[in-house]
């Protein structure tokens, strides 16, 4: 999935070594479910983060490699869907009716439904973690 004319960089030692290399990021899907919160910790524990889309080109790429429902690094706060490093998303794919908002459903996922647009979700809910490394555009 790299993008034509890019060529990975040498994999930094923080990243995992089955980490995917695209369009500038390492991105790195888990196999097994887990809670945001612990999807959360394992991000920190591997020194990346929880994945922010920022552009549908990426949303497509993330659709690409995963299957079933993964954690964005998004979540409702004071209720106002924030970016986990702060901020606003500077893209958003919610399905229709989403984000529905209910008092427990504080953080996003993708591919819910397979169509590759978000829905907001329950924080215990067990879904995959999608981490990243790389700045932001």
């Given amino acids: 999935w790299a993008q034509?004319?890019?060529?990975?960089p040498p994999r930094p030692s923080i990243v995992s070594e089955d980490a995917t290399w695209w369009n500038g990021h390492w991105y790195w899907f888990s196999t097994e479910r887990i809670s945001f919160?612990?999807?959360?910790?394992?991000a920190a524990k591997?020194?990346?983060?929880?994945?922010?889309?920022?552009s549908q080109e990426e949303n497509d790429f993330v659709m690409s490699r995963i299957?079933?429902?993964?954690?964005?690094g998004i979540?409702?706060?004071?209720?106002?869907?924030t970016i986990l490093e702060g901020g606003a998303p500077q893209f958003w794919n919610w399905d229709t009716s989403e984000p529905a908002n209910s008092p427990r459903e504080t953080v996003a996922g993708i591919g819910y439904a397979v169509n590759?647009?978000?829905?907001?979700?329950?924080?215990d809910d067990k879904h995959f973690a999608a981490i990243e490394w790389g700045s932001e555009k």
């Fill in 4 to 8: 034509v004319g890019t060529v990975a």
């Fill in 37 to 42: 919160a612990e999807a959360k910790a394992l």
């Fill in 46 to 54: 591997m020194k990346g983060k929880l994945l922010t889309i920022s």
């Fill in 67 to 72: 299957e079933g429902v993964a954690f964005l």
């Fill in 75 to 81: 979540e409702r706060i004071d209720g106002k869907w």
């Fill in 116 to 123: 590759g647009r978000w829905h907001d979700f329950y924080g």
